[in-house]
């Protein structure tokens, strides 16, 4: 079957919820992907920061395989060997003490939501309890996600949503001051903002909203699904800060391709929240989920896969700031790790299918901004590779 019949097969058949690029993706080694036609392609998307270990990763092929052979799937009723080394694992990197394993990101919101408003009806039995979430995030697409999700665009047309939800501005610590009232029970934003264009939060806000949530007794909720799991150059995006959330959301990398994602929390959230009852799911935590999520913590060690992109973040900014410096179009260039973003005074959509054309994969935040979240395995002649590229698109536009 040609590329050209399985897109108009695609184009029947799937439900038209994505603008698809007219590439049909076959298979990927490395740090590249190939399609239908035989075309090569340096990726810089990495599935939307989920491709960590790059693609053809033999070892964590087979430990995928070995599961197969032995348990896919048994339900959360019984105890199984991968949950319980990923649940160990997981909860030592991130200094918090119990975790619930999803299938997804939005899904791991959805916990950390419920988990929080227990917590407060727990304290006084109310259930008008309120939630402040920022401008600009984005948390995923189911209901109570999509309900924290600080852009209009995306839940005016689902809404009323699930009430009680304000939006403060990100980095704007008097504007979170401003919402806070007793019936504040959760505070909820990206460490580093994905698609609302790449915002790292500034050390005076994040410190500023820890010491508010310890002072009104208010838990800290801190998506890292897109930019925990090494991206920004430690494990976690928050480390840098010095401050630890009371619940965390994580996903993408956590499972690197296998649909897994987690939310995690302190022991005294947990003490206070969920109970059996209050919250499931059938493929949840599967023993073929876990065992990947083993396998990645393991390869992160043995790899020091932090380490790599903590070593080539300077090579990469710098690439990036030469491209500013040489395009006056170019507005910004900013992020962290190998999480970065290029802001254009035009929109980028017509340049990312250049850079496709000529073998680079980018993905976009916005329209006019161009998203790099590349396997975190790239090396130097990966990102020199890119930096060729995006400067021969670029030239043609001047």
Same mark, same amino acid.
């Given at each position: 079957m040609s590329?050209?019949?399985?897109?108009?097969?695609?184009?029947?058949?799937?439900?038209?919820?994505?603008?698809?690029?007219?590439?049909?993706?076959?298979?990927?080694?490395?740090?590249?992907?190939?399609?239908?036609?035989?075309?090569?392609?340096?990726?810089?998307?990495?599935?939307?920061?989920? +491709?960590?270990? *790059?693609? @053809? &990763?033999? #070892? /964590?092929?087979?430990?995928?395989?070995?599961?197969?052979? $032995?348990?896919?799937?048994?339900?959360?009723?019984?105890?199984?060997?991968?949950?319980?080394?990923?649940?160990?694992?997981?909860?030592?990197?991130?200094?918090?003490?119990?975790?619930?394993?999803?299938?997804?990101?939005?899904?791991?919101?959805?916990?950390?939501i419920k988990a929080a408003r227990k917590v407060a009806y727990t304290r006084d039995s109310h259930t008008d309890h309120e939630m402040i979430a920022m401008e600009h995030s984005f948390h995923g697409r189911s209901y109570?996600?999509?309900?924290?999700?600080?852009?209009?665009?995306?839940?005016?047309? +689902?809404?009323? *949503?699930? @009430? &009680?939800? #304000? /939006?403060?501005?990100?980095?704007?610590?008097?504007?979170? $001051?401003?919402?806070?009232?007793?019936?504040?029970?959760?505070?909820?934003?990206?460490?580093?903002?994905?698609?609302?264009?790449?915002?790292?939060?500034?050390?005076?806000?994040?410190?500023?909203?820890?010491?508010?949530?310890?002072?009104?007794?208010?838990?800290l909720i801190l998506d890292e699904i897109q930019c925990g799991m090494g991206r920004t150059g430690s494990m976690f995006a928050f480390e840098k800060y010095g401050v630890r959330p009371d619940i965390l959301t994580l996903a993408k990398a956590l499972g690197c391709g296998i649909p897994v994602g987690a939310f995690l929390m302190s022991e005294a959230v947990a003490e206070k929240s969920l109970v059996p009852g209050d919250h499931g799911s059938t493929y949840g935590g599967n023993p073929l989920a876990t065992a990947a999520v083993c396998e990645v913590l393991r390869q992160f060690e043995e790899k020091d896969i932090v380490g790599n992109v903590r070593n080539l973040s300077p090579l990469f900014e710098d690439k990036l700031n030469g491209l500013k410096n040489k395009y006056g179009f170019i507005k910004d260039v900013r992020g962290a790790g190998f999480m970065r973003a290029i802001e254009l005074d035009r929109s980028v959509g017509d340049i990312v299918k250049e850079a496709q054309k000529m073998g680079l994969i980018v993905l976009t935040a916005g329209a006019n901004i161009i998203?790099?979240?590349?396997?975190?395995?790239?090396?130097?002649?990966?990102?020199?590779?890119?930096?060729?590229?995006?400067?021969e698109v670029f030239s043609k536009i001047e």
């Open positions: 590329s050209k019949d399985i897109m108009e097969k695609g184009e029947k058949y799937l439900l038209h919820t994505y603008n698809r690029y007219p590439i049909v993706l076959e298979r990927g080694e490395g740090v590249y992907l190939y399609d239908t036609d035989g075309n090569k392609y340096l990726d810089f998307g990495a599935g939307i920061a989920v +491709f960590a270990l *790059g693609y @053809g &990763n033999s #070892k /964590f092929n087979d430990a995928i395989k070995a599961q197969t052979e $032995k348990l896919i799937h048994t339900s959360n009723l019984f105890y199984n060997v991968p949950a319980v080394e990923a649940a160990e694992k997981i909860c030592a990197l991130t200094g918090l003490d119990r975790v619930f394993f999803t299938n997804s990101g939005t899904e791991a919101i959805e916990g950390a109570g996600a999509l309900s924290v999700t600080g852009n209009p665009h995306y839940r005016e047309p +689902f809404g009323p *949503g699930i @009430g &009680n939800i #304000k /939006f403060a501005k990100f980095n704007d610590l008097d504007s979170v $001051k401003a919402l806070i009232n007793d019936k504040t029970c959760g505070i909820i934003f990206e460490t580093v903002q994905g698609e609302g264009g790449i915002y790292p939060a500034t050390e005076e806000f994040i410190k500023g909203v820890r010491q508010l949530c310890d002072e009104k007794g208010i838990l998203r790099l979240v590349p396997p975190l395995v790239i090396g130097e002649e990966d990102i020199n590779e890119m930096y060729r590229i995006l400067d």
